[in-house]
């Protein structure tokens, strides 16, 4: 493929005006294809439809320590539920509670807990001045929003290959008023990096100014490897006590990329003093949460290699969608020299990097042709790229067909879009 960033004018307008031709066929015929986000598709949903036949005469109606799991208490959640979910965060089970279906929603109270009513013993962060937050760019848009409904500043920090710019991370810290900062740790969202070892422990020796700094450390993807089983990565609880710093972390995950997305089971790890602070705040707002569901889940999957296994088929769905894209992405952007994309071993998503500046226009031309992509500057605070360079591509939820038209659509119009920012010409609505 020709090197656009090359071509004379003249010679990039003509191949301009072949792609607009070929695009009008696509408008002509919308796709009708929505990759906006990382929704399980219906076939990974019916693995675990043995949920549904779980019922009392497997399970019966009482945890293993005696309590009724249909009615109120046990906060914590019940004994089996902790301990699957200690395996998966690599902690004592003393310090997992179990909880509902949402991970999101147990993040959501903790950063409300932190601003309204303070860790530590420290005052409330809505009480100390305009607090900050950071963001590892590019990253995932619903954490974000989190911080942007409290009104708590976003400070973005650049992803690199092995995970977040820790030289920008230690000099923020410095700052008593910048008060923690989201991690997605494994195959984050959207670019599926996978924070090495040595950055796992660089973030748990941090120093911050702040006595009250928190990180969310959302461990969405920790087993959803695509290929291959990747090796096991740093615990960072392991890490954070070396340092004496495990007050610092809390730590969230859930089944619903595993079993039900939106009835599943979510999880919460941390210190002992952090959980207790977080128990006092939930016996006031919940008196217990869906205990059955977890007792159901606890008898399909009793240990971490239960889950592991489950991901496993959820894998060999995913994976021909993946290469499918991928595949796609390199057939129509190799030697272009406008665009660059990643290729995650594991996780639900692909980074797509426009580099000419001309993301957004291309994210106009496939909704206007029948495909709905993620809006693009979603992945950075505010919804503003400063770059207009990142688009993220979910393949999971449509079919192997559809994904191989919606690329071609994709790469048509990412090879459209920058010829038009090369060309200088006037970004009107699409063709």
Request: proline share 6%; glycine share 8%.
């Amino acid at each position: 493929m020709q090197d656009l960033t090359r071509l004379s004018r003249p010679e990039l307008a003509a191949y301009a005006d072949g792609l607009r031709a070929e695009y009008l066929k696509y408008k002509a015929q919308p796709l009708g294809i929505n990759m906006a986000r990382g929704r399980p598709a219906p076939d990974q949903l019916d693995l675990s439809d043995d949920l549904f036949n779980v019922g009392s005469e497997q399970v019966g109606f009482y945890s293993e320590d005696g309590s009724d799991c249909r009615n109120y208490g046990n906060l914590c959640g019940i004994v089996e539920a902790r301990r699957l979910f200690s395996e998966v965060f690599g902690v004592p089970i003393e310090n997992v509670i179990a909880c509902g279906a949402s991970s999101l929603n147990l993040m959501f109270d903790f950063f409300a807990q932190c601003c309204y009513l303070g860790v530590g013993g420290n005052p409330p962060w809505k009480k100390q001045g305009n607090v900050k937050y950071i963001a590892v760019v590019p990253g995932y848009d619903r954490h974000f929003a989190i911080a942007q409904f409290f009104g708590v500043e976003l400070v973005s920090v650049p992803m690199t290959p092995t995970g977040p710019d820790m030289d920008r991370v230690r000099e923020l810290v410095k700052d008593p008023l910048v008060k923690g900062m989201f991690c997605v740790p494994k195959y984050s969202n959207p670019d599926g990096t996978v924070y090495s070892d040595e950055t796992v422990d660089a973030i748990a020796a941090l120093r911050p100014a702040a006595p009250d700094f928190r990180v969310i450390w959302d461990e969405a993807y920790q087993m959803h490897d695509l290929y291959e089983k990747s090796p096991e990565q740093l615990n960072i609880f392991d890490a954070a006590l070396k340092y004496g710093n495990e007050r610092n972390f809390v730590a969230f995950a859930s089944t619903s990329k595993i079993t039900f997305a939106g009835a599943g089971v979510a999880a919460m790890a941390a210190s002992e003093i952090t959980l207790q602070e977080i128990l006092a705040r939930l016996t006031v707002q919940i008196i217990s949460y869906n205990k059955v569901n977890q007792l159901k889940h606890s008898y399909l999957y009793k240990t971490k290699a239960d889950l592991e296994a489950q991901t496993r088929r959820h894998a060999e769905i995913l994976r021909p969608k993946f290469d499918t894209v991928i595949k796609g992405l390199h057939e129509g952007l190799d030697g272009a020299g406008v665009a660059d994309f990643t290729e995650p071993r594991g996780g639900y998503f692909i980074s797509l990097n426009v580099n000419v500046g001309s993301a957004r226009r291309a994210g106009e031309l496939c909704k206007a042709a029948g495909l709905t992509l993620t809006p693009v500057g979603a992945t950075y605070p505010y919804g503003v790229d400063p770059n207009d360079a990142n688009i993220r591509i979910a393949p999971s939820c449509p079919s192997v067909a559809e994904l191989e038209e919606a690329t071609k659509l994709l790469t048509l119009a990412v090879r459209l879009a920058a010829c038009e920012e090369l060309l200088g010409e006037t970004k009107e609505a699409a063709p």
